[in-house]
């Protein structure tokens, strides 16, 4: 018998009321602001009034290098949260929120899949509670006072020819990359060159998720710089004078998201960066009110942990004075087949030698884990094509490398398909870590960025071209060096080219294109090779399998 959809899965489940979800956790009526019965947010004061209590424990569950199609990593720390219920251990799972743009795109939601998914999904992948909605208008204000600013004399003299900030749309569209603005005579504003980014690569929306609390995010909004004037100099929002009035779009955003997975464990759902061009974690608020309120905190940052983890470790955690415990590695049959040379075309056809193949990506992830100071434990996500003797490549391997490691199918078991991965974990977090960033703060910004691509990435040097370095040159006179490096590359290689599967070819150098400050959100970000911050939809849009009927009921939504 097929298993249902996800939809027709997450249509089926019962829902207990959002209010029950919170009063498990401690919170009171007057905690949280309903959105409808089963989502709501989560006041600020909350986390005024536990500041003293005791943290838990936060569990980074992480994955392979994932192929294109993504390896199940959200699914299983979905699963992970239900089983460690099912054990009884007070926990909540902390996730991003999706992206409408990969959501009508190529991958589809983000909410988990089977029975170990977030709910309501529906509302979820789509509007949620308007977070995306209140960054998107937040970041186009800004523009349009910048545009004004200009067009109204430039008093500000910001040079036409050195504007950082565009417009963002959380829908992809090739042809908005890049646009000429500015058109249609003297009423028509001045003439210059720009383009339209995704909501969720917005400076913003990495302010949203960075941010420790309200005030916190008011202050970084003004160190957003938008452009430079005539001299060279940064043109700061605050300059604009635009920050109270953005603050005012973000006052509800900037509170965590309480959600359910289908078994009524409780979800913080909150921050939406993606993690290829941004830091791609969910919001420090979320994060670290889960670790008051909870014993384990299981957190999922983007992609794979040479990406997600690593930026967690080195600059969300840094930020946010957070100690995490452990990784949880996700890896897939497909992923190390796919990094051992087997073309997507015979991703399903058994392949022993081709995981094996694959291995050594693996051993380099958790090598990345160790690198931090935190333990790691391997989980195997099962999928239908995997062969008995695929998988026990994988298990043989982690046995001979003393690797934790357990096989799960909560997609299939929800929170019971994950009970020997869940007592692993238990088993590991009795044990002590060591968590530490990789580099110190003060090191050059060309050294961070090295470190980063010969440890994390096992290339053999990095190669910063032109561009980059006349933009490191104007970094460092503007001091902006001491801040964390914030890595825009490729998720699905160890390099900037996504053909490159496997460990990096020898003597492979990384190029750097280009560098730029995002001052508010507190990082430089480093551009390797050629990264789009506007998506485009693929050949088949997974838009175009969607539909809702007469009585609401939505299909198609994945």
């Known amino acids: 018998m097929a298993l249902p959809t996800k939809i027709e899965i997450a249509q089926s489940a019962k829902l207990k009321p959002i209010t029950e979800i919170a009063a498990s956790l401690g919170l009171n009526p007057d905690d949280i602001e309903l959105y409808g019965k089963y989502k709501a947010k989560i006041n600020l004061d909350v986390y005024k009034r536990l500041k003293d209590k005791p943290d838990g424990k936060i569990i980074i569950v992480t994955a392979v290098t994932p192929t294109k199609f993504g390896e199940g990593k959200t699914t299983m720390a979905i699963g992970l949260a239900e089983s460690l219920g099912k054990l009884g251990k007070k926990n909540i799972v902390v996730l991003r929120e999706p992206s409408l743009g990969p959501v009508f795109g190529i991958k589809g939601g983000a909410c988990g899949a089977g029975y170990a998914q977030v709910l309501p999904m529906e509302d979820i992948n789509l509007h949620f509670t308007g977070d995306l909605h209140a960054i998107t208008s937040a970041h186009d204000l800004l523009t349009s006072m910048m545009e004004n600013s200009i067009y109204r004399g430039n008093e500000l003299d910001i040079s036409l020819h050195d504007i950082l900030w565009k417009r963002v749309l959380d829908i992809e569209s090739r042809d908005l990359r890049d646009i000429v603005i500015g058109l249609g005579g003297k009423n028509g504003g001045v003439p210059h060159q ?135 590695i996700v890896a897939t049959i497909k992923a190390l087949k796919r990094h051992g040379g087997v073309k997507y075309k015979d991703i399903d056809q058994p392949s022993p030698e081709g995981v094996k193949k694959g291995l050594p990506v ?124 914030c890595m825009a590359k490729t998720p699905l290689s160890l390099t900037d080219n996504e053909n490159i599967v496997g460990l990096p070819p020898t003597g492979y150098k990384l190029p750097i294109v280009n560098l730029k400050p995002s001052t508010g959100a507190g990082f430089v970000v480093a551009y390797c090779g050629d990264i789009n911050t506007m998506p485009a939809l693929p050949t088949r849009p997974a838009a175009e399998d969607m539909d809702i009927d007469e009585n609401g009921i939505i299909k198609g939504l994945a």
């Open 194 to 328: 720009s383009g339209f980014e995704i909501t969720t690569a917005s400076e913003i929306a990495a302010i949203h998720a960075i941010s420790s609390d309200f005030n916190d995010m008011k202050r970084r909004l003004g160190e957003i710089t938008v452009a430079y004037n005539g001299k060279g100099e940064p043109v700061k929002a605050a300059q604009l004078n635009a920050v109270g009035a953005m603050a005012l779009l973000l006052k509800d955003a900037v509170k965590p998201n309480l959600v359910q997975t289908i078994e009524n464990t409780p979800a913080f759902i909150h921050g939406g960066p993606f993690a290829n061009i941004a830091h791609g974690c969910p919001s420090l608020v979320s994060t670290k009110l889960a670790l008051k309120l909870v014993d384990y905190v299981v957190l999922e940052p983007g992609f794979g942990a040479d990406l997600g983890m690593e930026k967690f470790c080195d600059i969300a955690a840094r930020v946010g004075n957070l100690k995490p415990h452990m990784a949880v």
């Open 362 to 485: 693996l051993g380099k992830e958790v090598e990345n884990a160790r690198k931090f100071g935190i333990r790691v434990v391997v989980c195997m996500n099962h999928f239908l094509s995997d062969t008995q003797a695929e998988i026990d490549v994988v298990l043989n391997w982690c046995k001979e490398q003393k690797v934790p490691a357990a096989f799960t199918d909560t997609v299939l078991k929800g929170g019971a398909g994950g009970l020997e991965l869940a007592n692993l974990v238990l088993e590991e977090l009795k044990k002590p870590s060591d968590y530490h960033p990789l580099y110190p703060l003060d090191m050059p910004v060309e050294e961070k960025i090295r470190k980063i691509a010969k440890e994390i990435y096992g290339v053999a040097d990095i190669d910063m071209l032109p561009e980059a370095r006349s933009a490191l040159r104007k970094i460092e006179k503007l001091g902006f060096d001491k801040l964390p490096i």
